[in-house]
């Protein structure tokens, strides 16, 4: 199965900096890479997502690059809030087999304000 | 409702008793995937549904846990003679299509206490 790996797993930024969450994967079939955010007590939610056909994609504060050869994908959050503070979540998506997310083990993110 | 609703959101049991847990999954999802999550941990896969069929139950930990899916939309996980170790947040998520390259929307979650 999917071996996924997320670093750090804790991140800790002051208010405006930017944060870069990495994953790396192992199944050289996966082709479809989200990250999702989940707040203390809450359901984890899509933020952001991207396909094998592309190398990086914009959501206003946050992007996701993929590198496919190397495979690793990342998420990047610039000028950080208090409210980004949360746990981020990986979870590639194979594009074979029984199509189920493995889902990293999650990076904390703490903003100071 | 619009989105994936599970019951009960709370639940406490006692050590050797029968629980059920209900996923009522986005209306038209086809893909139904039950996860597991203790603290400080991500999801952890346990069983996956296409249509009424368990496409893969490889995460299930024994056979003490099963699941249904008997219409194809609401889905029951069910957990005989619990243990302490199966207290955790058992999570919901449906998807559109089971062929991959889609978002995957949670329920809010049952805490299970197993006590």
């Known amino acids: 199965g999917e071996n996924v790996e997320q670093h750090p797993s804790t991140l800790s930024v002051q208010e405006g900096d930017s944060a870069v969450i990495k994953c790396t994967y192992s199944?050289?079939?996966?082709?479809?890479f989200p990250w999702y955010k989940q707040e203390l007590g809450k359901r984890p939610q899509l933020i952001i997502d991207?396909?094998?056909?592309?190398g990086e994609k914009k959501d206003q504060r946050i992007a996701v690059t993929l590198n496919k050869t190397a495979k690793h994908f990342s998420l990047h959050i610039t000028e950080t809030q208090p409210e980004d503070s949360a746990v981020y979540f990986c979870?590639?998506?194979?594009?074979?087999?029984?199509?189920?997310?493995?889902f990293g083990r999650g990076t904390s993110l703490i903003v100071h304000p | 409702g619009a989105g994936v609703s599970q019951t009960p959101s709370n639940k406490v049991t006692e050590k050797g008793k029968y629980v059920e847990l209900r996923c009522d999954p986005i209306?038209?999802?086809?893909?139904l995937y039950w996860y597991r999550q203790s603290l400080g941990q991500g999801p952890e896969f346990l069983i996956y549904?296409?249509?009424?069929?368990?496409?893969?139950d490889s995460g299930l930990p024994n056979d003490r846990f099963f699941a249904v899916r008997p219409e194809g939309s609401v889905s029951t996980l069910k957990i005989q003679r619990t243990e302490r170790g199966d207290s955790a947040v058992y999570l919901c998520a449906s998807s559109s299509a089971g062929g991959g390259n889609t978002e995957a929307f949670f329920g809010q979650g049952t805490r299970l206490t197993v006590v």
């Open positions: 991207i396909r094998s056909n592309v």
């Open positions: 209306s038209g999802h086809t893909a």
């Open positions: 549904f296409q249509g009424t069929g368990a496409a893969d």
């Open positions: 199944d050289s079939a996966s082709n479809y």
């Open positions: 979870a590639p998506f194979p594009s074979g087999g029984s199509y189920i997310p493995t």
